[in-house]
């Protein structure tokens, strides 16, 4: 019922920036609470970024005060600026949507239902 298509991931220098793109399709795009995750080779899938459709945001540790979520829901878009990029985030970025109400664990993979395939961000050093 809704799809989720990434995109803007690359291949950048550690310092470097980026910004990925998370286009919704079908549904309510505005009632959604829209998440980041990321996993890298031979590890579990993890919790980047989180937005309520109130807007509020959370983060992992590991990017607080590095990365920004947003989005426009007349694009029925989620953003996911990543500056100042390590070599340790290095991973395959999900996108997810969570229909669900509150209370919702932002932080937590089965708190989702939609899920895009994934784009490939890899920072060297």
């Known amino acids: 019922q809704v799809q989720l298509a990434e995109s803007g991931g690359g291949l950048v220098q550690a310092g470097g920036s980026l910004r990925l793109s998370c286009a919704a399709s079908g549904g309510t795009f505005s009632t959604y609470t829209m998440g980041w995750f990321r996993q890298a080779p031979g590890k579990e899938r993890d919790f980047v970024a989180g937005?309520?459709?109130?807007?509020?945001?959370y983060y992992a540790d590991s990017v607080k005060g590095r990365f920004t979520i947003s989005r426009d829901n007349a694009k029925s878009t989620v953003y996911l600026q990543m500056n100042s990029l390590k070599p340790d985030d290095t991973a395959v970025y999900y996108c997810?949507?969570?229909?669900?109400?509150?209370?919702?664990?932002?932080?937590?993979?089965?708190?989702?239902?939609?899920w895009g395939q994934g784009t490939q961000v890899t920072v060297s050093s």
């Open positions: 997810a949507a969570s229909t669900r109400g509150w209370p919702l664990l932002l932080n937590r993979l089965n708190q989702y239902d939609y």
């Open positions: 937005i309520r459709s109130s807007g509020f945001t």
